[in-house]
């Protein structure tokens, strides 16, 4: 009885171990949250892949410069249920880009 009991408390401590890195890797603090930013510009690529799809895309900025630029958003499933699909951007495709509110 000892022994799966000791087996039942090491197998929670290695999902526990397991699951706290997973959720760190979602932080913001790479991005600059205290701006919101709206651009305008013509998409590159529509990357439809898991863990997270992207969408690239060149904007000019303040200084009449083109920059490429790369929006993160969820993954595939995540993007479906919301109405969005693999076809939703094709390149040279216009967008207006702005932070959620």
Request: hydrophobic share 45%; with cysteine.
């Amino acid at each position: 009885m000892k022994a799966s009991y000791l087996g039942i408390v090491l197998g929670i401590f290695t999902v526990a171990a397991i699951a706290a890195p997973v959720g760190a890797h979602h932080g913001t603090a790479s991005f600059d949250t205290s701006k919101d930013l709206t651009l305008k510009g013509t998409v590159t690529d529509w990357i439809w892949a898991n863990p997270h799809c992207f969408l690239k895309f060149d904007a000019m900025d303040e200084t009449g410069t083109v920059r490429n630029w790369a929006v993160e958003v969820s993954n595939p499933t995540d993007m479906t249920k919301r109405g969005w699909a693999r076809s939703s951007f094709k390149v040279g495709d216009a967008v207006t880009v702005n932070p959620a509110p």
